[in-house]
């Protein structure tokens, strides 16, 4: 016994000290306690009162202990039984109602909140509708009512609510933009979609990210939410809907549609695909969702996710063509990788895909 508690003794410090370390980890715009909209507000605010609730039950209650174990401790020589109050009507009834009201002020608010935010406005002309499909390890982001399919960055305008019914396409995720609201799973298998609205009233850009272990990839499965006003959603509609030319030389064009259009889009070519939409690239924050663009150029990180997908994210289905590799639908075409000429070619052409919103 004695050598647990010296054990115990020496963990207790370095356990609080990495519990203080911990706290100062993590990011504003990845919290939950900094919500900047009025679906995290309200999600915030159920938070503040069940915590100041349940911590008010433990002051009290460790009061009272404290209280009763000093008054009430047997004196030397006082071997006298102490009154008893079982039967006391006053203190049961005390003791009743106080959990009740307690349990009344958490529950209403959480029910109303609760009921709230599970409405759906899949029928309300005024949202802007959002199909999401979760895939390993990237977002797929598509707009019926506009017909545009994108990934990685969510654009939506400000003052409207977004719909979003969500769905995997192999295992199960979970939708989350910390700041904003959430979280909910999104999961694999036909009819199997959930839904979820969210209010962005500010413009600004928010990440998400995948809150369900998900494979080796997990921690890199993140997102941008971008949130413009009306008129720039209405020129990003647009763009997005605009032609897009191949690129000019013919052999990096070749190359661009055996080796990259036989998963991925772009425009209105192989608009079905179903690998990122490639519309719009060079605009994105980042390239493969973790390669940010204000660290290294568009260019630069095109070429590095190209070339080294597998080494970047793990286990993401994009091989790495820089060798060869099979590709296609159910990978069933085999080709020689990309040469050095035609990496170069295609990042150039990529980063200069940009939508003017």
């Not at 406005?121 to 979760?134: F, N």
């Not at 545009?148 to 719909?163: D, N, S, W, Y």
């Not at 979003?164 to 199960?172: M, N």
């Not at 971008?226 to 763009?239: I, L, P």
Request: proline residues 5%; charged residues 20%; contains cysteine.
């Amino acid at each position: 016994m004695m050598n647990r508690w010296r054990v115990m003794k020496r963990l207790l410090p370095l356990m609080a000290g990495m519990a203080l370390l911990l706290s100062a980890c993590g990011r504003d715009d990845l919290s939950t306690l900094s919500p900047q909209g009025p679906v995290a507000q309200k999600q915030f605010d159920l938070m503040t009162l069940s915590i100041s609730i349940m911590a008010l039950v433990v002051v009290v209650v460790f009061a009272i202990c404290i209280y009763v174990l000093i008054r009430f401790r047997r004196r030397k020589g006082d071997n006298s039984i102490p009154k008893q109050v079982e039967g006391n009507h006053t203190l049961e009834i005390i003791w009743t109602v106080i959990p009740i009201v307690l349990l009344l002020i958490l529950g209403v608010p959480t029910i109303n909140t609760v009921f709230g935010l599970s409405k759906d406005y899949s029928k309300d002309p005024e949202a802007v509708q959002v199909t999401v499909t979760s895939h390993q390890y990237w977002w797929e982001f598509d707009y019926p009512e506009y017909g545009i399919k994108t990934a990685q960055e969510l654009i939506v305008p400000t003052g409207r609510k977004i719909q979003f019914k969500l769905a995997s396409g192999d295992v199960t995720h979970a939708f989350w933009i910390p700041s904003i609201g959430g979280k909910i799973d999104t999961n694999a298998g036909l009819g199997t979609t959930n839904k979820l609205f969210l209010e962005f009233p500010n413009e600004g850009v928010f990440r998400g990210k995948c809150a369900e272990l998900c494979g080796p990839s997990h921690a890199l499965m993140d997102f941008k939410a971008k949130a413009v006003s009306q008129a720039s959603f209405d020129r990003w509609v647009a763009a997005m809907k605009a032609p897009v030319s191949m690129p000019a030389d013919e052999t990096v064009k070749a190359a661009f549609e055996s080796k990259c259009l036989s998963c991925h889009a772009i425009g209105e070519t192989n608009a079905g695909s179903a690998a990122p939409n490639l519309t719009g690239i060079g605009s994105r924050l980042t390239v493969g969702g973790i390669l940010y663009n204000d660290e290294k150029s568009v260019e630069e990180n095109l070429k590095d996710w190209i070339a080294h997908a597998q080494t970047i994210k793990p286990g993401n289905q994009m091989p790495d063509v820089s060798q060869n590799v099979t590709y296609g639908p159910g990978k069933g075409t085999t080709a020689t990788g990309l040469s050095d000429e035609e990496l170069d070619g295609i990042a150039k052409y990529l980063a200069g895909q940009k939508l003017e919103y």
